[in-house]
């Protein structure tokens, strides 16, 4: 039996695409535990998973960036990316998580830490520590200029435990599982890593939560309801207006229209669209994507590979953060379209829809994603990976 601890920063999109092998390392009576955020800790109440809280919730480390970086204000798209990252990982995220990750480790006494490629103080805790690490990715790798800017914020803490700190932040020493598949991956693995990629997405064991009943019933209706259009901002950029704008070009369009704003989405904004719109804060989009036609979103990384592992065509409204990747990607791929900042209105969104409906190269793109999905390994079989490495692994020499 052997004991894994998961570590993750405390945006969703960071934390859902390591669950199915948390999951999967579980049913296999293997020991997991999970240091993140506190504010995402209730989602993996009831799991059997260990928890411990890591740094302050994921809104108040994004005010602090934003109190600690003014500059942020100023900048848009990709600046603000490249901006963004070192930053909010490296300079406010980093440090704050490190002292309670490392408490984590000490008093749980893992065989090795599955990390995601934001979460810094994992592989610094596990050099400290002579544990191994495994990089999860959550999406498209971030580019490796974003990794070294963010060691200039966060290499000091390496130093200051008497250890030189790697540019790369330590990521990739040992195993790297990646959820994307080669068409939408750059193809430069990271150096010195042996990588493993699975599919994520398949369901394994668990069974969906349920479509609340007048979703589910509205979904499975006649074909009259076609086509059927999922828009969505994920849980951070929920209040940014292009959600609105895609929402009422979605309205326009659509046969029936699913909506999710999350927690703290306003709802006052989406009114009068229309009996055929439905408004969720929240909705299982595993359980949704099946009986979609189009995706609209801003471009986050679950959102995109969910929807491409079941072979919707995907429009990208990008925001921020690696949203501009992930639309370039998805567009490469000849699944989808994306629409920049200064561009995103309803007038401009619906034209692109209805564009994308008239199907033919975006939906045998999207296809094909769906089959180079169906083609990886699932999340049981990362599973197997992970316990051949560790048996591989045994004899070699921990960091010492």
Known sequence: MTRVLFCTTGG???????????????HRGHEVAWVTSPDVLPLLQGEGFDLFAAGPTFEASRRQFRAAYVDAARLAGELLSAYTFPRLFGAVLGPAMLEDVEQAARRWCPDFIMHE?????????????????????????PPREYLEHAMNFFGPHWRARGLEAPVDGDLYRHLALDTAPRSLQPSREPEGARTFRYNAYRAVGKVPAALPADLRSAL???????????VTFGTVFNRSPALIAAARAAAQVGGLVVVTIGADGDPGCLTDLGAHVHVHRFV???????????????????????????????????????HFRNARAIVSAHAGRSIAPEHQTVALVASALASMLEGGALAVGARALAQEFAAMPDAVAAADRLEEWLVSESGAPGYG
């Open 12 to 26: 969703l999109g960071h934390l859902l695409p390591l669950r199915p092998v948390a999951r999967a390392l579980r």
């Open 117 to 141: 490629p934001a979460a810094l103080a994992a592989p610094l805790v596990c050099r400290q520590l002579g544990l191994r690490n495994v990089a999860h990715g959550y999406g498209l790798r």
């Open 220 to 230: 499975q209706g006649a074909v009259m309801w076609r086509p059927r259009i999922y």
């Open 284 to 322: 299982e989009q595993a359980a949704l994507l099946p009986y979609c036609d189009l995706v609209v979103s801003h471009g986050g990384a679950g959102t995109l590979l969910e929807a491409a592992a079941h072979g919707i065509p995907h429009l990208v409204l990008p925001q921020a953060a690696d």
